[in-house]
């Protein structure tokens, strides 16, 4: 990368991308019609297309600002230029679905991929200028067609298969990420155009209702869990971004431009945000809330609710809106729980390795039954081994003992404990045979050598008192003899 460029000063520069944003949603607000203005009703959706389109080309130079790059003015240069071809061909199709350019948006950006740099902030090795320009103008192209052949092969899915036997089933839950997924691209009237969506049916009903949950109550509150999980300029980011996504969730351009957000930076939130639209779809059905809106006021351009009073809504309203509200965080909290426990136990296995379990399956039999006896605690905390197969199943005296993160390396698959039976089932393969050999051995062995017969015997004190006072008697009496005869010889007399 360029010298200078670092995570902490990425995270301060992504805040510009929420000034785009929000220079949009103001102007929108501004230009809404409820509030009065100089702007005839035929000049007024120009004006939001103009803006929409200045404010999204805004966005692709502080998004291309935020990619490193070894030719800054060549990046932002074919970034705009691409954005500005694929503009004109959307409005050249079929503008009357187009409310929002994020489809370009999010194409031209792959322009300033091109233009990546090598090891130590040098440009990378290959062609010249021109060949680099060009291809990095082809390649926005290839990316619009390509998302745009997936568009029209989804909104042809849509209008096939969603027929009235299809949409009058709890399948017509389906509607509803396919909805959230074609306002990402800024096309969302193209779902509320298919004529077997206009059924006045239950399942239908509860469609546009789990769309506006999604968009009213989910986005906003799954961004702010999300802000809880993070550190730094993403916390802040997050922060922000809720607040907007709530302040600003009616008007369309700016859902769109949310959304495209998060997949850009936060895919893994995206796709949180799709379960959480099924799960609102799945409690409008249950609790049969009241309509909020329909496929005629659903986001062409700006979301418009029916005349609803907040004030009494019913049981079955409010379940939906706390539903909208606490599933997406406890959806988040399950993940990053899920995730803390795998990183856990990936740490766990890499200081496994670290310390010299580094045996793979395919490691010598007398490696694996020792890696799998240390894991199991020690040949003293093995009771027995029985084979299956070319499963092992282990007992041990204590199930606490057990490490199944030291023992997972060598085996074919994960270990399953079997808590209540008070085993461990291992899945050795080939190695199966000759490892459970070797610890029955080794259990049998041990066994053998706790019951063989101690030649010890009994320790009395008593006893050791007299054996004692017995040999210091004895060394006592030697020692005055041997005195007495040093004495004698020194006398010139025989010693007796």
């Known amino acids: 990368m360029t010298s200078g460029y670092s995570l902490a000063g990425f995270e301060r520069r992504s805040l510009m991308l929420l000034l785009p944003l929000l220079c949009l949603a103001l102007f929108s607000s501004a230009l809404d019609p409820r509030i009065p203005q100089y702007f005839s009703d035929a000049a007024r959706p120009v004006l939001l297309n ?10 692709c130079l502080f998004a291309a600002l935020l990619i490193p790059a070894s030719r800054r003015f060549i990046q932002l240069f074919c970034v705009l230029t691409a954005f500005a071809l694929l503009t004109f061909a959307d409005l050249r199709s079929d503008s009357r679905f187009f409310y929002c350019h994020t489809a370009s948006m999010l194409s031209s950006l792959s322009a300033a991929l091109v233009f990546l740099p090598g090891d130590r902030g040098r440009g990378r090795s290959g062609p010249g200028l021109l060949p680099q320009m060009f291809f990095a103008l082809l390649l926005p192209l290839m990316v619009s067609h390509l998302l745009q052949t997936m568009l029209t092969a989804l909104r042809d899915f849509i209008s096939l298969t969603f027929a009235s036997g299809f949409v009058n089933t709890v399948l017509a ?44 109550v989910s986005l906003p509150a799954l961004l702010l869990a999300a802000a809880v999980f993070r550190r730094g300029g993403k916390r802040l980011f997050l922060v922000i971004l809720g607040f907007m996504a709530a302040l600003t969730s009616h008007i369309g351009s700016c859902v769109s431009v949310e959304l495209a957000i998060v997949l850009l930076f936060f895919p893994g939130v995206f796709v949180l945000l799709m379960i959480s639209s099924l799960l609102n779809y799945a409690m409008a059905l249950f609790a049969q809330c009241d309509t909020l809106t329909n ?6 351009p700006d979301l418009q609710l029916l005349p609803v009073n907040l004030f009494l809504l019913d049981a079955g309203d409010r379940l939906c809106i706390a539903g909208a509200a606490l599933i997406p965080p406890l959806l988040l909290t399950a993940l990053q729980f899920v995730r803390t426990r795998r990183a856990a136990m990936l740490q766990r296995q890499r200081r496994a390795k670290d310390r010299g379990f580094a045996i793979t399956p395919r490691s010598s039999p007398d490696l694996i039954a020792l890696t799998v006896l240390r894991a199991c605690g020690g040949l003293s905390n ?5 084979r299956q197969g070319r499963e092992l199943m282990l007992e041990p005296l204590s199930l606490e003992a057990v490490s199944l993160e030291a023992i997972a390396p060598v085996l074919r698959r994960r270990p ?3 808590r209540r039976r008070g085993f461990i089932v291992c899945d050795l393969g080939e190695n199966c045979s000759v490892v459970a050999l070797r610890l029955e051995n080794l259990i049998a062995q041990s066994g053998a050598a706790a019951a063989a017969p101690q030649g010890t015997q009994d320790f009395s004190i008593r006893d050791f008192l007299i054996q004692k006072h017995q040999r210091t008697k004895g060394a006592n009496r030697n020692g005055r003899e041997r005195h007495m005869d040093a004495d004698q010889a020194a006398h010139g007399q025989e010693p007796l």
Not at 189 to 211: E, K
Not at 382 to 386: G, M, Q, S, T
């Open 416 to 418: 399953r404990l079997e």
């Open 382 to 386: 093995l009771v027995r081994v029985n």
């Open 295 to 300: 496929f005629f006021l659903l986001y062409q």
């Open 173 to 216: 839950a389906a509607v509803v990420p396919c909805f959230a997924l074609m306002q990402t691209m800024g096309m969302p009237g193209i779902i509320s155009s298919v004529q077997s969506l206009q059924y006045p049916d239950l399942h239908l009903m509860c469609v546009p209702g789990a769309v506006a949950l999604t968009d009213l």
């Open 50 to 59: 103009i803006a929409g389109i200045c404010f999204s080309a805004f966005f």
